[in-house]
């Protein structure tokens, strides 16, 4: 398997492509939308009409922003994505569009990246990168379970890596990539996405077993991957900041010393970014919260698939698999965030954590977000993980 250009699948550039449109046909007035439509359609021909059109869109759409991004922006954009993919049947010129893309992702200026949400720029943004996708980090284990990929900036080496474990309740697995990936490619890391059993398929410690032998194997062929072995983050959200909290806090406990691949490198990283994870599992089941909305005590709750049992009845099983368990100095610099009207993981598990990882004069940063939930893996939280990882793993 080799390294290839990051191209997306064939649907994702018509996406992509429409994306802008509706960008632009979000501020231009009537006029200028039937000139979009008609570069769109000949964007190999005209070029220096193509250019000025870019430009005064680029100028238009910093002008109706003023420095401001309404709240329903992305809204407005996917109902005009569904409204240009209905009008064109699906089939659209993908060379003609992606040049459009192209060029209008060279001409946003900086003023205006700097107010795009981050899940809109980082599509708009368009990065060039290396990748390895949907390979196997345990030889002999074809399984998806067992899977990673790979993303790397298009030219250098020995590149900072993050490593990314998915969320999901331990039970299911993301159908796209991170939104953050290409802004986090293009700040100069390279970025491992890895799969592990879900609960469904082994219970605790199968998920340890399965992480631990991935960051072997990457650091095995940290030299192959053009990564640095010894600048390694890991960063998850809910049940991917439980585990990479878990790799983090552990990495120097011999309990969970356990998977496969070459034990002569070692588990430890630089770096966690731990995005309203749970930390304390007998108390995650067995406290009451006020509000909570998810399940965590009953037989078929997924803290119960992923203990194989309710944790109310498997309380050593339950502290095995906690990071708060292994709290020391030892640990690595720890980032945890944390919606203050998270109705999922209780914000009560990261306060909680975080104090522990303090008293311990352990490395560690806590930040509460007033007023948000639990889904905060957008926005300001991503420049606040990436400049986390900026401080940690290149200085």
């Not at 949907?134 to 490593?163: C, R, V, W």
């Amino acid at each position: 398997m080799v390294f290839q250009s990051a191209l997306p699948s064939l649907r994702k550039p018509v996406l992509l492509s429409l994306l802008v449109l509706a960008t632009l046909f979000s501020v231009l007035p009537a006029k200028s939308q039937s000139s979009v439509n008609n570069a769109a359609g000949n964007a190999s021909g005209n070029t220096s009409g193509l250019d000025a059109l870019l430009d005064r869109a680029a100028g238009s759409v910093f002008s109706k922003l003023k420095g401001k991004v309404p709240d329903n922006l992305q809204e407005k954009i996917k109902k005009e994505i569904d409204r240009q993919v209905s009008k064109q049947g699906g089939n659209l010129n993908i060379g003609n569009t992606q040049a459009l893309l192209d060029k209008v992702n060279a001409r946003l200026p900086e003023s205006i990246k700097d107010r795009l949400p981050a899940q809109v720029l980082t599509r708009l943004n368009g990065v060039k990168m290396k990748r390895l996708e949907n390979f196997s980090y345990e030889p002999g284990k074809l399984d998806i379970a067992h899977q990673m990929s790979l993303y790397t900036p298009e030219n250098g080496s020995n590149f900072p890596l993050i490593i990314y474990v998915h969320g999901g309740g331990w039970t299911n697995r993301p159908a796209a990539r991170p939104t953050w990936l290409g802004t986090a490619v293009k700040r100069g890391y390279a970025v491992a996405t890895l799969n592990y059993r879900l609960a469904q398929e082994g219970i605790f410690p199968a998920q340890m077993e399965d992480l631990n032998t991935a960051l072997r194997y990457i650091k095995a062929n940290a030299t192959k991957f053009a990564i640095d072995a010894n600048r390694i983050g890991l960063w998850g959200t809910s049940a991917g900041g439980h585990l990479v909290a878990l790799m983090g806090t552990s990495a120097k406990v011999g309990s969970l010393d356990i998977g496969g691949g070459d034990k002569t490198y070692n588990r430890d990283v630089k770096a966690v970014c731990d995005f309203c994870g749970p930390t304390d599992l007998y108390a995650l089941a067995t406290e009451t919260i006020p509000g909570q909305a998810w399940d965590t005590s009953s037989p078929m709750a997924s803290l119960s698939l992923f203990l194989g049992g309710q944790a109310a009845n498997k309380k050593a099983l339950a502290d095995q698999a906690s990071p708060m368990s292994y709290v020391s100095g030892l640990c690595p610099s720890i980032l945890i965030v944390h919606g203050r009207k998270d109705n999922i993981v209780p914000f009560s598990q990261s306060e909680k954590f975080a104090a522990a990882l303090s008293q311990r004069q352990a490395p560690v940063q806590f930040v509460p977000l007033d007023g948000a939930g639990h889904d905060i893996e957008k926005g300001a939280n991503i420049d606040l993980a990436l400049n986390f990882f900026d401080r940690i793993l290149k200085n």
